[in-house]
């Protein structure tokens, strides 16, 4: 099992896939039994060793896509947001499996603004550059890149008027401002 509790995790191999033309993967699937996340590993043949780990609402929910030329493509529900799904990209080396920096991740949901929100120039400055009112619809356009499982990621908004802004949630006030957090 590794790292894993038996108690709460099962491991299955799914199979064995090539990679690239040197480099072929086991590929695990660690399922949570208890929580969530559940877990994919891809495991070196040659050398037994954990290439890359890849957090999962459920093992059900990520679909992989491996070309053979060294770019696999993960497609699952973001682990911070309800509902939304996103594609991440990543690249192969012999010792690792990284992922390809994005500007943002493509989400294109609508979400009810639950109070008036202001939205920044940029997920880090204090300029407002549009604020949303309580009970309006926006369409969340992406999510910053970030760990996959970020609890507060910042996400690019376009408002009803076609204006687009940066959300940043409010943990310490609990504030949640969009439905999209809201997975009950």
Known sequence: MGAYDSRFFIRQRLGTISLTATVQAHIDAIHNTEHFPSYFELISVRTGKVLGKFPVIAINDGDWYFNGNGAIYLNQRHLSLCGPRVTRKFTVTEKVIAEVSQPFL??????????????????????????????????????RMGSPEEATPALLVKTPFGLTGWHRRDVARGSSSFDIYLCN
């Not at 939205?119 to 926006?138: D, H, I, M, Q």
């Open 106 to 143: 493509y989400f294109g949901e609508e979400t009810k603004v639950m109070e008036n929100t202001p939205l920044y120039e940029t997920p880090t400055s204090s300029t407002v550059v549009a604020t949303v009112s309580a009970g309006t619809k926006a369409t969340v356009i992406g999510v």
